[in-house]
């Protein structure tokens, strides 16, 4: 479905929030519920049928019911056999669209998550929250003066911008944002997404496979690097790196010309 594969985009956003996050999951939720009418079904099968007159697939007929076996069954009740397609695939339609739905709201409405909510969502408004004492190594005075005076100087909507203030801060100037720094760090520990991890594994996996018997262990955390970190490798200058690497010996100057 179009509209769950919109949500796997939306949560391995790399500049995703928890309270982003939960709001995309809370909207697909309200869509999926939606989506859980009869008008809905006629459309999909509508659609369906279209598809495979076009393709000429096989068309679309009624399976073979099975009947219950008697030692089963409880009471004079016939047992209900579907007469046409609709009424065979539409209560399994609902069946999917209420899956999606409950499996949704499990993963996804765990107290440990609110909290990790609760404590981003103070960094980025500066509104007061019931978690900070959970966390001792947080001044909640300091924080809250702090927090106030950053937002005033650097507008900023997600934790990764402020990742992206406090490391360009002069190290004098990040201390006097030492509380910031403390609920950054603890906002880090638990990522929203799990996106650069597995990019990750995936970039290692692929080096793996095409230079590791060729290379040692600390060849390959360099290129590993390199290879995760394009965006900041495109920014360098290729020339002076180049440059520098022929000035290091007598010998490659004189086979790079220098």
């Not at 369906?48 to 019911?65: A, C, D, G, H, S």
């Not at 007469?83 to 709201?105: R, W």
């Not at 927090?147 to 490391?167: C, G, N, W």
């Amino acid at each position: 479905m179009e509209i769950l594969e919109c949500l796997n985009v939306a949560l391995q956003g790399r500049e995703q929030t928890i309270s982003g996050l939960l709001a995309s999951v809370q909207r697909t939720h309200d869509a999926i519920q939606k989506l859980r009418c009869d008008t809905s079904f006629e459309r999909v099968l509508a659609t369906t049928i279209n598809l495979v007159e076009k393709y000429q697939l096989k068309e679309v007929t009624l399976p073979r019911q099975p009947n219950i076996p008697k030692c089963l069954q409880h009471g004079p009740t016939e047992q209900f056999h579907a007469k046409t397609v609709k009424e065979y695939y539409c209560p399994q339609y609902f069946q999917i669209m209420d899956i999606i739905s409950t499996q949704l709201m499990q993963r996804f409405d765990q107290e440990g998550l609110l909290v990790y909510e609760k404590l981003e969502h103070y960094l980025l408004t500066g509104q007061a929250s019931e978690v900070l004492p959970q966390y001792p190594e947080i001044e909640y005075h300091l924080l809250s003066a702090q927090i106030t005076t950053l937002y005033s100087v650097y507008k900023y909507t997600s934790v990764s911008e402020v990742v992206d203030i406090l490391r360009k801060m002069p190290a004098r100037e990040r201390c006097f944002f030492s509380q910031v720094e403390n609920i950054v760090r603890i906002l880090l520990t638990i990522p929203a997404s799990s996106c650069e991890a597995e990019r990750s594994f995936s970039a290692l996996r692929r080096l793996k496979t095409w230079v590791r018997s060729t290379m040692t262990q600390k060849r390959l955390n360099h290129v590993a690097i390199c290879n995760i970190h394009r965006d900041i490798m495109d920014e360098l200058d290729i020339e002076a790196i180049a440059k520098e690497f022929a000035m290091c010996c007598d010998r490659r100057k004189k086979v790079f010309g220098f």
